[in-house]
């Protein structure tokens, strides 16, 4: 049950990111406050899982760990690019086309492309199930381009930023599992990720303009989306993994667009057309068929303290 939680309160946790960045100062971009978000945000994940490994190798001092190579280096270097590039794409498409649409795109798209990537990877066929969801989730996708907002269909440049943010999360959620499969540790890998964009982070930060932090608004919306939704976010998800099944866990994590588009109607007030809202619908049916037809055969729950831990599944904000 705490493991439920954990993961439960991250993806509602992932779904504030859009409205809380709505509800800052007005001259903000899409690229400073993803790079202040995650100077914030990361450096905190890297601390906070840097300590917790600290800790644990201290109760399990014998533990074999995998040999730092060439090899993971890249993954993880990988996996922080694509956590960086994902900001401003995220940001871009909900200030072009808003919350609950641009959300439910990225966040929809992840998986579907993950699957995709993985397949021309190991070129093992997904499923009859997969390829049922994907096209649900492709059509709701389209209905929602189309769609849009009350008042007009949605910006094409925004739906393309939407995109670009799922793809970008899919290659990171594949580098996870295959850092993962190769034997490190969920902290080690969200810690790097943490750090890695971080870094990249502060070296992107001369180009950004963040004079609106001055704006309490603009300060009180960073640390939300830096601490909170990141740093907080982060390590419930990677802790509440440790001890769920991948079918527990990746029907907890469709509360991240639901929270998203729930938010978006309702605080910020959004609108959406008809055809718009029929496209959540079957992108939702998509995404609930996506994770029912990912079980594996009765997986077991799996201890958080030992090193077998399951994949992670591509939902983040």
Known sequence: MPSVIAVLAAALLFGTTGTSQALGPGDTTPFAVGVMRLLIGGTALALVTGLAAWLRRRRAPSEIRPRLAAGPLALMA??????????????????????????????????????????????????????????????????????????????????????????????????????????????????????????????????????????????????????????????????????????TAATLTLGEPLTASVLGIVVLGERLAPLAAAGLVVLGAGLALLAWGSRTAREPAIDPGTEAHPKPFAVEG
């Open 78 to 247: 990988i996996t922080a690019v694509c956590l960086f590039v994902y900001q401003p794409l995220f940001f871009l498409g909900t200030s072009a086309n808003g919350v609950a649409v641009s959300t439910v795109i990225a966040l929809g798209s992840a998986p579907v492309l993950a699957g995709l990537l993985e397949w021309a990877l190991t070129r093992k066929t997904p499923g009859a199930l997969w390829g049922a969801a994907t096209a649900l989730s492709t059509a709701g996708v389209a209905l929602l381009g189309f769609g849009g907002r009350e008042g007009g269909s949605a910006d094409a440049s925004g739906l393309l930023a939407s995109l670009g943010a799922g793809a970008s999360f899919a290659i990171l959620a594949v580098a996870q599992r295959r850092l993962l499969d190769a034997g490190w540790h969920p902290l080690t890998v969200v810690g790097a990720m943490g750090g890695g964009s971080a870094a990249i982070s502060l070296v992107a930060l001369p180009f950004a303009d963040v004079s609106w932090m001055s704006d309490p608004r603009g300060a009180l919306m960073i640390l939300w989306l830096g601490l909170a939704t990141t740093t907080v976010a982060y390590a419930l998800f990677t802790w509440g993994l440790g001890g769920l099944n991948a079918a």
